[in-house]
């Protein structure tokens, strides 16, 4: 199984930017696909993004598209998430996963979680 280590979060001000990185270890990082998915206080866990296992397609949430990108780097078994023009409601805390697609993703390996906090 894949082991996932978030790191990157913290307290950053609307309009401000963050990367977050997911390294994976444990198994062939380029047999995943990889996504990220966050969940605030009391709100039920959103998917926010996802990358194919060669990283030619992604897939992003309505609520951050436009502003967010993934991308991975398969030589290093990571991978990113960077996170423009934030907004006090993409605080939350975001966990990295890696599945076998992009469709199942939710179903795979899960990361503990990082937090990110956008103040107004």
């Known amino acids: 199984q894949v082991q996932l280590v978030e790191s990157g979060g913290g307290l950053v001000q609307a309009g401000g930017s963050l990367e977050l990185s997911c390294a994976a270890s444990g198994r062939t990082f380029g047999n995943y696909a990889m996504g990220w998915f966050r969940q605030a206080p009391g709100m039920e866990r959103e998917f926010v993004a996802a990358i194919s296992r060669s990283g030619s397609i992604t897939s992003l949430g309505d609520s951050v598209k436009g502003r967010f990108t993934i991308s991975r780097d398969n030589g290093k078994n990571t991978v990113y998430l960077q996170m423009n023009s934030l907004k006090p409601e993409d605080t939350a805390v975001y966990y990295c996963?890696?599945?076998?697609?992009?469709?199942?993703?939710?179903?795979?390996?899960w990361g503990q979680g990082t937090q990110v906090t956008v103040s107004s």
């Open positions: 996963v890696a599945g076998s697609s992009i469709a199942t993703i939710k179903e795979g390996s």
